[in-house]
Structures are given as structure tokens and as C-alpha cells.
């Protein structure tokens, strides 16, 4: 039995092994393709080689890549899976082909279901939900199995016994390891993160300082001539197009500095409600004249020490996006504010153009922007204000339907 075992771990392992080896930092469609096409495969093996226990019964683990891509892709990316194993099945004939059939059919039907809350909970509760399935699926297995038995042998409550048992360790072994990878990966994506914000600040702390005061003196100079009596209406207009230009130039260092500005004198322990306040004041003319209108529920008592000024700026960035993605038919921004378990949970949530998965995958990189007058670095310093703080941010979006950001911060 023992060997039997260790070879479907093998195969059950094998599409994991090839997905950490060779696929792990793209996530191209035909990455998909091929681990669907992987626990295809393996499933195949899994009913070719099946466990063989000494009690002469044998049962095999083909339900297992099964319920996984079931759980972890949904309907439509388990549907290759169920179609394989059908004809496969069919291919064999012998008894039982209609029976396995109509299990198989109850399966795919079920537990796709669960996929949508499977993926949106932590590890451990996606593994009893993987559990849960397995579990399922044998005790149905083993029901249906049942009712060949004219009495219900010890062979047959053996067989159960060895099958269950199986089925939940190595479900349990292959989740554990899947969910590890995905984690691994998204621990080196955090990391090449920060490590870029930690660059951006450095340079720009050195870089932003020295180039503003070129500007401002530029700038009065530019003022000065403008009132000068010599100066044609042409030449005028050139001025106020450099002038406008130097506004734009001095808002790009400010939003620099803001990001960069080691602020120790700044800190404070409160709990957002003043910040809140603030922003929303500031941004009340601009969300009126975008016919946008700020709805803010306030229910956090939690508190946290903060860089006040930045944690203004970073607010002030997040919520001039939502506006400004509402800028076309106006709407309502929502902000709500609450505390649970010991986190603050900060919602910002917009109904205007929406982000594709690659746009949201590029936010908060340096001047990543797709507005005329963007410059592509409020996401930025909002990522990196949060960072500091230990916060995560989550967004949710769809394409012309809105944005929810959903920060958390732990305290
Ligand atoms: P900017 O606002 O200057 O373009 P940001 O860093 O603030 O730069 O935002 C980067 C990009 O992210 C924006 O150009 C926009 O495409 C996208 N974005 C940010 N927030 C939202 C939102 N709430 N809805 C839709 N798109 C958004
Ligand atoms: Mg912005």
C-alpha cells in the first residue's frame, strides 16, 4: 500500500513543483493552461495507478486535484478536469460508469460553489474548507458505495477508514505547500515594494529640495517681468504658459517631498478623525465642481502613532482619486472608518471608471499615471504611508463600475 501511496503524492506534487520551479513570477494565461493541464494530467495517473490496500480493496486520489482546482479556480477552470475524467472513465466502461457519472456531476456542481469564499479567507480556514470538501466528497464516495453492500462488511469499514484518512492528510500536505508558494510569492512582491519606496525616498529627499528653490526663484522673476510695461501681449501669453508650467513642476516636487520628508516633529497618537475632517474640508470645492458628493462615517476609537502631515497628504491622494474617477458623471464617495480586532479599517470606496487587474497591479509605482495632467505619484506616497504605519491595502475594482480600497492598519 505503502508504495502505491507515496507515488500518487508524487504525481499530486508534481504540477506544484513545476509551478514554484518555472512559473511562479508570471501570470500569464497559458500559465494557467498548463497547471490546469498538469492536475489533468495527474488526475489521469491517479485513476492508472491507484492505491492498493492489503485487504484487496483499492481506491485512488484522482478527487483530489479535483476539488483543488475546483476551489482554487471555480466552475470554468475545473470544467477541463471533469470532462477528462468523464471520458476517461468512459474509455474504461465496465461497471459503475453511469454511478461515477453522476458523482462525478455532484462534485462539480458543488464545490465550485465554496470557491468564491475560499479565496477571499486566511490559510487556515481555506484548508478546512479544502478538508471540508474532501471530507464530503469520500463520505459520498463511500455512501453511494454502501448501498452495494448487502451488509456492511469490516473490509468495507476498513476501506473507509483508509480512504477518509488519506484523503484529508494529503489534502492538508498539498494545501499547505500551495498555500506556502502563493505566500512566498506575495512576500517577495511586498518586498520588492518597499524596497523600491525606500530608494524613491532617499533619492528624492535630495534631489527635491535643492530643485525647488530654482523654481520659486524662477517663478518671482517670471511675476516680475509680467508687470513689466514692455512686455507685448504675446509675450505675455509665454509667460503665463511658463508660469503654469512652473506650477506643475513645483506641484511634482511637493508631492516628492511630501513622500520623502523624515518628519519626526510631525508624529502623532490620535485617531484619524482629525485627518479625516481636514481632507474632507479641503476637497469640498473640488468634489462640488465634479458634482461629487462625501459621504464620511466615523466609528474608530482605536488609536495609532502617525506622521500627521503625511498621513493628510496620503488621505488627501486616495480620496482626489475617487473624485477624480467620478469626474464624468459625478456620484457618491464613500468613507467609512472603523476599528475591529484591534485593526483600523479604512474603506474608500468611489462608483467611477473602475481599474483592470493590470491597472490596479501598477498602482503605486513611481509615475504611473493615466490622467493628461497625472503625475503618477499619489499612489505613491499612499503605499508608502501606509507601509510605515505596517498597514495593508487591498482594492477591489471593476472596470466602469468603481473602486474599493480597503486599508487596514494593525495597532
Ligand atoms: P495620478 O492621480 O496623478 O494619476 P496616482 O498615483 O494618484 O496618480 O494614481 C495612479 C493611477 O491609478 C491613476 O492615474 C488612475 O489611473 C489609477 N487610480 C487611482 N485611484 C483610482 C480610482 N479610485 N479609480 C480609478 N483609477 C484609479
Ligand atoms: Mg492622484
Do not use: W
Given at each position: 500500500m505503502l508504495e502505491t501511496l507515496l507515488l500518487n503524492i508524487l504525481f499530486l506534487i508534481f504540477p506544484l513543483l513545476l509551478f514554484v520551479i518555472f512559473f511562479d513570477n508570471r501570470k500569464h494565461f497559458y500559465n494557467i493552461v498548463f497547471l490546469i493541464a498538469f492536475a489533468t494530467i495527474s488526475m489521469i495517473l491517479c485513476m492508472v495507478y491507484p492505491i492498493h490496500l492489503d485487504i484487496g480493496f483499492i481506491f485512488d486520489l484522482r478527487y483530489i486535484p479535483f476539488i483543488i482546482v475546483a476551489l482554487y479556480g471555480g466552475f470554468w477552470k475545473v470544467l477541463p478536469l471533469f470532462i477528462v475524467l468523464?471520458?476517461?472513465?468512459?474509455?474504461?466502461?465496465?461497471?459503475?460508469?453511469?454511478q461515477s457519472l453522476l458523482f462525478s456531476s455532484s462534485i462539480f456542481i458543488i464545490v465550485p460553489f465554496l470557491s468564491k469564499i475560499f479565496l477571499r479567507v486566511n490559510t487556515q480556514k481555506r484548508i478546512l474548507i479544502g478538508v471540508s470538501a474532501a471530507i464530503f466528497t469520500m463520505g459520498f464516495y463511500l455512501t453511494t458505495l454502501s448501498t452495494f453492500f448487502d451488509v456492511l462488511t469490516q473490509e468495507f469499514w476498513l476501506?473507509?477508514?483508509?480512504?477518509?484518512?488519506t484523503h484529508v492528510v494529503v489534502i492538508i500536505l498539498i494545501m499547505l505547500m500551495i498555500e506556502k508558494a502563493l505566500?512566498?510569492?506575495?512576500?517577495?512582491?511586498?518586498?520588492?515594494?518597499?524596497?523600491?519606496?525606500h530608494v524613491m525616498s532617499e533619492l528624492t529627499a535630495s534631489v527635491s529640495h535643492e530643485i525647488r528653490n530654482p523654481l520659486t526663484v524662477t517663478n518671482g522673476f517670471l511675476q516680475l517681468l509680467k508687470e513689466s510695461k514692455n512686455v507685448s501681449v504675446a509675450e505675455k501669453m509665454y509667460i503665463d504658459f511658463s508660469l503654469k508650467e512652473l506650477e506643475r513642476a513645483e506641484q511634482i516636487v511637493s508631492d516628492f517631498l511630501a513622500f520623502a520628508k523624515p518628519q519626526s516633529e510631525n508624529m502623532v497618537y490620535a485617531n484619524l478623525e482629525e485627518e479625516f475632517r481636514y481632507v474632507k474640508n479641503i476637497l469640498m470645492p473640488y468634489a462640488k465642481m465634479n458634482r461629487v458628493e462625501i459621504e464620511c462615517h466615523f466609528t474608530n476609537t482605536l488609536k495609532l502613532k502617525y506622521d500627521k502631515n503625511q498621513m493628510q497628504q496620503c488621505l488627501l491622494n486616495l480620496l482626489k482619486n475617487g473624485i477624480e474617477a467620478?469626474?464624468?458623471?459625478?456620484?457618491?464617495?464613500?468613507?467609512?472608518?472603523?476599528?475591529f480586532d484591534q485593526?483600523?479599517?479604512?474603506?474608500?470606496?468611489?462608483?467611477?471608471?473602475?481599474?483592470?487587474?493590470?491597472?490596479?497591479?501598477?498602482?503605486?509605482?513611481?509615475?504611473?499615471?493615466?490622467?493628461?495632467?497625472?503625475?503618477?505619484?499619489?499612489?505613491?506616497?499612499?503605499?508608502?504611508t501606509i507601509c510605515k504605519v505596517k498597514g495593508k491595502i487591498d482594492v477591489e475594482s471593476k472596470k466602469g463600475k468603481g473602486t474599493t480600497f480597503t486599508i487596514t492598519i494593525p495597532v
Open positions: 468523464n471520458v476517461y472513465r468512459f474509455i474504461i466502461g465496465g461497471e459503475g460508469t453511469i476501506l473507509a477508514f483508509y480512504s477518509l484518512t505566500d512566498n510569492i506575495k512576500s517577495r512582491e511586498n518586498f520588492l515594494h518597499a524596497e523600491r519606496l467620478m469626474k464624468e458623471n459625478g456620484g457618491i464617495l464613500t468613507i467609512e472608518v472603523c476599528d485593526n483600523i479599517i479604512i474603506t474608500v470606496q468611489d462608483s467611477g471608471i473602475g481599474m483592470t487587474k493590470d491597472e490596479i497591479k501598477n498602482l503605486g509605482k513611481p509615475y504611473y499615471s493615466t490622467k493628461k495632467e497625472g503625475t503618477g505619484l499619489g499612489m505613491l506616497m499612499v503605499y508608502g
